[in-house]
């Protein structure tokens, strides 16, 4: 909107108001509150969609992500997309921080982001653990003995059936 508005195309549409010239409908109060609204609403969509993604992420794959321990690893990100979109909602719409100024109500939201991804990087330090049994799968290599001892039966499985595929 502000390109076309610089630019001059479409002044009735996307006029800026400078220099005199009439306001364009889309920088009118009204038509940029009720924007700003539905713009709540698309993320509040994309939120949920996020999270369902996710869940159904670990839903059909959780044969194969069991050796990996997934929960804590999915965890962290299903927390940190809803308290991200529902803390600003509820800066919006909760006494007091309803009342304070915009800049106010960023920077709490800001500093409130920051500590949540400091507590979500500790359970990410706990959840991506450089010990765990997967990160010595050696999938190239059909004889490791590490992959076998390792769970890894499941994997040398898709690869040997993916190259049995790619050969014929």
């Given at each position: 909107?502000?390109?076309?508005?610089?630019?001059?195309?479409?002044?009735?549409w996307f006029g800026s108001g400078i220099d005199g010239e009439e306001v364009g409908f889309f920088h009118k109060k009204d038509v940029a509150l009720a924007?700003?609204?539905?713009?709540?609403?698309?993320?509040?969509i994309a939120s949920f969609a996020a999270i369902g993604n996710i869940m159904e992420v670990e839903r059909a794959f959780h044969v194969y992500l069991e050796d990996f321990s997934p929960m804590l690893k999915f965890a962290g990100t299903?927390?940190?997309?809803s308290?991200?979109?529902m803390q600003s909602i509820a800066l919006a719409v909760c006494p007091p921080f309803c009342f304070w100024s915009t800049?106010?109500?960023?920077?709490?939201y800001a500093s409130l982001l920051c500590a949540e991804c400091f507590f979500i990087s500790l359970a990410h330090v706990k959840a991506w653990s450089s010990d765990e049994d997967w990160y010595n799968y050696d999938v190239g290599d059909p004889t490791s003995e590490s992959s076998e001892d390792a769970g890894g039966s499941q994997v040398l499985r898709l690869a040997s059936s993916n190259e049995e595929l790619t050969s014929e």
């Open positions: 909107v502000n390109a076309a508005s610089y630019y001059r195309i479409f002044d009735e924007a700003h609204y539905i713009f709540y609403g698309a993320g509040f299903k927390i940190i997309v308290l991200a979109f800049n106010r109500a960023n920077l709490v």
